[in-house]
């Protein structure tokens, strides 16, 4: 029997298997590969939840608690997105987009300190698991609409009669299917930051404090609010809804490691503040 | 004509436009907030910055972005865009529903509904949040068991009856707990209750949030053996005899007292053998820093000091914010509102209709009043 720690190293080769079965795909134009991609990721997924699971029993709380447990989490809601998408869509080349950023959030999970240390008293409570469990599937369905707006892109610029456009749903559906995910993420986003504010009331008494973590979850909020105001509204689709749903995944990121590592805040594991002006003093 | 051009550009105040233009001004300011360091002194920012960056930072208040005026003036914007919005389309919205509402189409009808208690939701957010700000108070407490502090600009009283850390087995701390009386003026108790980490004390608006801890000890104050003083005395802080011209910081505790070659240190948080680490400072001077046991005089010339009875001591945040019932309703109605936009689609008149629910109805309503092909 495989403990957290191997199951969660079965995942990360697994993951990286499928990457490889997706580039062999991308090279050698056979869809054999693609086969061996999805099976891959399917498998590393229940390593993945099994490792989950295990820590979870470990620890009596969901692992989402420090820098290693949401990126275990994060890449963990990517695959489970892209194995759900790519049963419901039939996409066989979605895995080529996907799974490369599967497997840099795991290694930058398995680049992160996996101790197990007990809760202190101001991560315990229940509003930060719920905070915290549906940032993992915000998070998972805005990757996902990021690969599938590559996706788009890529197939915008492709010849109709190339290896990976025929193997590539048409570019309204890709548009579609990046919308809904948008959708998705963004009403998760949104219990993200109403649950995050009553339990940052609760621990600190004040529901809102510009903390950069905050800031940057009200900033992205934000974006995807704009995409889909200027969606349903002025008709913004296509290559202009891809790339925003692009940036708007790069602010994802920012708002997870970004902040971290670089901004400080109550959430974060950082102490310096980004020098901004020191560019202006390279410049002049 | 006049007047149909001043309720054209009325008009702009409640576009989406405009309230796309104040999201992404806010959304700008926001970065900035967390790029460039918030609340320091103007002298930070006027040594790390050109001369005109940092007058400009420090004119626009961008030194407190949050609680400056063009912060404050672009969300009161964005809550007016929103009223105006909401408010011009609810009459529509009623209308559709008059015209469809039956038993069968109830949960359709209902999600039209569902971008105005968005947007509405969102306003009051802003709005409490605005109201909630302006009406802030908090206030640190802090204190060993048995004492009773007043809590500033208010008519009552904090008695710390009891102060508990609980451990877990394997030494790491549990919970924090801090059990309280609020006295009025005379003393009488008003409440009791209990605050912990993420288990505020409520009462009357106020919320007492156990934040944190430290060490505290009676500090004992002697010239010529004779008692000068007594009080307790906190971490960091300092007995200090104006008079007498002397003072004694308490700089640190160390509970389970250790040292090597390489400095003090705590073997664990336990008070198994504390030692104070102590300066006393003369007419502003540092005369003497050393370290001493619980109960042991610390003689300076004509001076004794003694520390003793190590304790821990609670520190709370009392705060005040109001309108958080209203914000609270504000963030129930924003994810009931996007519950409604996309996932209870109402059943489509008509290709346009499959845009979205009401923002595909106010496309074509825009696009007709523009005189645009709607087909």
Known sequence: MLDEKQSFLAALILYSLASLAYIVLFISKNMKYSNYGRWLVRTGLVFHTLALTMRTVQTSYLPLTSQYEFASGFAWGISLFFVSYEWKYKIRTLGVFVTPLILIITFYAALQSSELKPLMPALQSKWLFVHVSTAVFSYGAFAMACAVSFMYLIRDKLKAESFLSIHMPELCTLDSISYKAITFGFFMLTIVIVTGAIWAERAWGRYWQWDP?????????????????????????????????????????????????????????????????QLYRIIS | ?????????????????????????????????????????????????????????????????????????????????????????????????????????????????????????????????????????????????????????????????????????DGS??????????????????????????????????????????????????????????EVLYEGLAYDNRQENIAIVMTKLYPDFAADDKGLYSLSDRLENPVFLYSIYYRGDIVRMSIAKPGESIKWNEYS???????????????????????????????????????????????????????????????????????
């Open chain 1, 213 to 277: 973590k905050e800031t940057w979850s009200f900033i992205t909020w934000v974006i995807y609010a704009i995409y889909l105001h200027v969606r349903l509204k002025r008709g913004w689709k296509n290559k202009r809804a891809a790339w925003y749903a692009i940036i708007g995944f790069l602010c994802i990121l920012f708002t997870y490691i970004g902040v971290n590592t670089i901004l400080s805040g109550y959430h974060s594991y950082g102490l310096l503040y980004m020098p901004i002006f």
């Open chain 2, 1 to 169: 004509m006049k007047s149909k051009g001043v309720f054209n550009k009325l008009r702009i105040l409640k576009s989406m436009k405009l309230g796309i233009f104040l999201l992404s001004a806010i959304m700008f300011l926001s970065v900035l907030g967390t790029i460039l360091p918030q609340g320091r002194e103007p002298a930070f920012y006027l040594k790390d910055n050109p001369g005109f960056i940092a007058r400009l930072i420090l004119i626009l208040g961008f030194d407190h972005i949050y609680t400056s005026r063009i912060f404050a003036v672009l969300f009161s914007a964005l809550a007016v865009n929103m009223l105006l919005c909401n408010t011009a389309r609810l009459g529509s919205i009623l209308n559709r529903l008059r015209k469809r509402f039956d038993m069968e189409h109830m949960m359709e009808n209902v999600s039209y509904l569902g971008s105005w208690f968005l947007h509405l939701g969102f306003m009051l957010v802003v709005l409490f949040y605005i109201y909630g700000q302006a009406s802030y108070y908090s206030q640190e407490l802090y204190g060993v068991t048995g004492e009773i502090r007043s809590v500033e600009n208010t008519d009552f009283k904090v008695n710390i009856k009891d102060f508990k850390i609980n451990y877990r087995e």
């Open chain 2, 173 to 230: 701390i549990s919970q924090y707990t801090t059990k309280l009386d609020v006295l009025d003026s005379n003393d009488k108790l008003l409440m009791k209750g209990s605050s912990s980490v993420n288990s505020p004390m409520r009462w009357k608006g106020y919320s007492f949030y156990q934040t944190g801890t430290g060490w505290a000890a009676e500090c004992k104050a002697y010239k010529d053996d004779s008692p000068l003083e007594a």
């Open chain 2, 305 to 375: 000091f003694v520390f003793d009875n190590p304790q821990r001591y609670t520190f709370l945040k009392v705060n005040r914010m109001k309108g958080q019932f209203g914000a609270a309703m504000g963030g129930m109605f924003i994810v009931f509102g996007l519950l409604l936009v996309f996932y209870f689609k109402p059943a489509y008149d008509n290709e346009h209709d499959k845009l979205s629910s009401i923002w595909a109805l106010e496309r074509i309503k825009d696009e007709k009043e523009e005189g645009m092909d709607v087909r």
